[in-house]
Nanobody, 127 residues
Framework: QVHLVESGGGLVQAGGSLRLSCAAS????????MGWFRQGPGKEREFVAA????????IYGESVKGRFTISRDNAKNTVYLQMNSLKPEDTAVYFC????????????????????WGQGTQVTVSS
């Protein structure tokens, strides 16, 4: 079992920045690839970014590529999402998630690829 808690959400103006954090406890954090997803009002959960166990490889959704950066600190059992140049369409609840398979080298872009989820943190971008 992996327990995940997100933080760092809030209200920001368009063009601003936020950094989300996701603290993990339970099984060995460094054993899992990690991902960030988001869900806007009335929308399906959308892939944002994912990172391998070591942090050496990352992938991003097309809508955030070049603006968001995922990183992790295995010593602190934490994964981060740095969000720059925020737009109103980035408004959503942001969730972090741990891969379904420990020690996997594959980065998934789909919800079903992740077994453990945090409760989410709200990000609101005003125009």
């Amino acid at each position: 079992q992996v327990h995940l808690v997100e933080s760092g959400g809030g209200l920001v103006q368009a063009g601003g920045s936020l950094r989300l954090s996701c603290a993990a406890s339970g099984r060995t954090f460094s054993s899992y690839a990690m991902g960030w997803f988001r869900q806007g009002p009335g929308k399906e959960r959308e892939f944002v970014a994912a990172i391998t166990r070591s942090g050496g490889s990352t992938i991003y959704g097309e809508s955030v590529k070049g603006r968001f950066t995922i990183s992790r600190d295995n010593a602190k059992n934490t994964v981060y999402l740095q969000m720059n140049s925020l737009k109103p369409e980035d408004t959503a609840v942001y969730f972090c998630a741990a891969d379904r398979n420990s020690y996997s080298s594959y980065l998934s872009r789909v919800v079903s690829g992740y077994a453990y989820w945090g409760q989410g943190t709200q990000v609101t971008v005003s125009s």
